[in-house]
Nanobody, 127 residues
Framework: QVQLVESGGGLVQPGGSLRLSCAASGRTFSNYAMGWFRQAPGKEREFAAAVSGSGTVTYYADSVKGRFTISRDNAKNTVYLQMNNLKPEDTAVYYC????????????????????WGQGTQVTVSS
């Protein structure tokens, strides 16, 4: 069982930055690939970024590539999402998720691959 708790969301102006954190319980954090998804009002949840258990392989949605960076600190059981040059269309609830299965792009992008989810943190980009 893994419990995930996100933090770091808030209100930011366009062009600004935020860093989201997701703290995980348990002693086998490095066994899980981690992903960040987001859901805007009236839209389906969408993939944003993912990182392998070792932290060496990352994937990004085209919409965030070059602006967002996913990373993890396995000693702290935490995964991060650094978000720069934020745009109003980045406004959403952001969720972190953990997947104990094999890590590859097709699996990382699919929300159904993930076994555990956090409660979400709101990110609002507005002037």
């Amino acid at each position: 069982q893994v419990q995930l708790v996100e933090s770091g969301g808030g209100l930011v102006q366009p062009g600004g930055s935020l860093r989201l954190s997701c703290a995980a319980s348990g002693r086998t954090f490095s066994n899980y690939a981690m992903g960040w998804f987001r859901q805007a009002p009236g839209k389906e949840r969408e993939f944003a970024a993912a990182v392998s258990g070792s932290g060496t392989v990352t994937y990004y949605a085209d919409s965030v590539k070059g602006r967002f960076t996913i990373s993890r600190d396995n000693a702290k059981n935490t995964v991060y999402l650094q978000m720069n040059n934020l745009k109003p269309e980045d406004t959403a609830v952001y969720y972190c998720a953990a997947d104990r299965g094999p890590y590859h792009l097709g699996r990382a992008r699919a929300s159904g691959s993930y076994d555990y989810w956090g409660q979400g943190t709101q990110v609002t980009v507005s002037s």
